[in-house]
């Protein structure tokens, strides 16, 4: 068994990850395809990861087990890992990098407004994701309150389309999705969709980044970013990042997420 590090570095596959947080079968496929993009740019195998929570890349990353990953914009505002991790880009749609959180009730809900969420069940997303937990918690925290105070109950989907459908069934009284995502519901499922209405929205925040790995090779993330910021002027390309909600990959501003990673601090 040879040891990966007594292989030259670009002989050795560069390691793509990302969670599936709507439907996992969905999701391979274009970033498969995002995948074959970079490994015929490079010249080079590319393996492409997935995993079920922001917890578990978080942890495949920590430990330098990949080079690449799709982080959520509260897994990377989270980051404290032992690999030194930089903004390799971002994901735009619809001409911006910012998303809003939505707060989404049964369509039969008498709820008004926030305030008529307390003692009920909320469902949120991943203790990771931003639009599906921290968003709410910091809205709490200006009320001095926390989710597990305030709610009566909290549950975890770790898939925005299963916030949805929980919600949607009456399974939770509330929940918090991703407002791209919902977006792309409406579109894909409007039936499921027509089930809920949102109550409030809660402000933007920058779309989860791309991330690479610190140790990289200079000329190697510069190549990255090169193949990244192109993308989409391939067709085909372009249709697979349509499915997971990207238009395109853009230069990253890492002052973005700088309020978010003081908020984590503060919450955690």
């Known amino acids: 068994e040879m040891s990966v590090s007594s292989v030259p570095e670009e002989q050795r596959p560069l390691r793509v990850a990302f969670a599936s947080v709507i439907s996992p079968r969905a999701t391979r496929q274009p ?8 490994a015929e740019g490079m010249q080079r195998p590319v393996v492409l990861l997935q995993r079920k929570t922001y917890e578990d890349l978080n942890m495949l990353v920590a430990d330098g087990e990949v080079d690449v990953a799709f982080l959520s914009t509260g897994a990377y505002a989270a980051y404290r890992g032992a690999q030194p991790i930089e903004l390799l880009a ?9 998303y809003q959180t939505y707060l989404i009730v049964p369509t039969d809900s008498t709820a008004q407004s926030f305030a008529d969420l ?3 069940v ?33 549950i975890y989907t770790y898939n925005h389309d299963k ?4 919600v949607a069934n009456h399974l939770a009284d509330a929940a918090s999705v991703d407002s791209q995502i919902y977006e792309y519901a409406l579109r894909t499922n409007p039936q499921l969709v027509g089930k809920v209405r949102i109550l409030s929205v809660l402000p933007d925040a920058p779309t989860g980044p791309v991330v690479m790995r610190s140790d990289l090779p200079a000329e190697e993330k510069e190549h990255l970013k090169r193949l990244f910021y192109h ?30 990673r003081q908020q984590y601090v503060m919450l955690h």
Request: some cysteine; aromatic content about 10%.
């Open 90 to 98: 971002m994901t735009a749609t619809n001409g911006t990098v910012l």
């Open 31 to 38: 970033y498969q395809k995002i995948v074959d993009v970079l």
């Open 122 to 154: 909320f469902a949120f997303t991943d203790p990771l994701s931003y639009s599906g937990r921290l968003a709410v918690e910091n809205h709490l925290l200006s009320l001095q309150m926390t989710p597990e105070a305030y709610f009566k109950r909290c």
């Open 231 to 260: 993308m989409q002027e391939d067709a085909s390309v372009q249709e697979a990042m349509h499915r997971v909600m990207i238009d395109s990959f853009v230069p990253p501003d890492p002052g973005l997420y700088e309020a978010l």
């Open 163 to 166: 916030s949805i459908w929980a």
């Open 118 to 120: 307390q003692d009920k």
